[in-house]
């Protein structure tokens, strides 16, 4: 029986003074930089922290309204690494939606149970609470 168990638990007793666990690095994911256009996903990016913009002052004096639409840059850990003016109403509201578009945080998105760099749209309306 003492064989047997010195087989199947090869593992023998330690002194059980113990040590402290050293980490050699940290583990990060590489990014070979921005993802093409078009990326396959199973599960997409979800916003967990969702900044609005600032509402330029100018912009809201003059009682101007609109939409600008970015393509975003969500990396593998779900950081918005860049983001694009696709379409604007206004240009004085680009400025304002891409500084909240890279405070944005996702969930990453995963295709075949790891993570995937991928670009998505986000609309971001600028609208006058009193109209």
Do not use: H, M
Not at 52 to 77: C, F, H, N
């Amino acid at each position: 029986q003492e064989e047997l168990a010195q087989a199947v638990c090869p593992i023998g007793e330690g002194t059980g003074t113990g040590g402290e666990v050293v980490f050699e690095q940290d583990i990060k994911i590489e990014e070979d930089g921005p993802p093409p256009d078009f990326v396959p996903f199973e599960k997409e990016p979800v916003a967990i922290k969702k900044p609005s913009p600032t509402y330029p002052e100018i912009a809201r004096k003059a009682g101007l309204e609109g939409t600008v639409w970015l393509k975003v840059w969500v990396d593998k850990e779900g950081k918005v690494r860049k983001a694009v003016v696709q379409k604007s109403d206004a240009e004085i509201f680009n400025q304002p939606a891409i500084d909240a578009a890279t405070q944005w945080v996702f969930t990453p998105a995963l295709q075949q149970n790891g993570p995937v760099a991928v670009w998505i749209s986000i609309p971001f309306r600028f609208k006058l609470s009193g109209k």
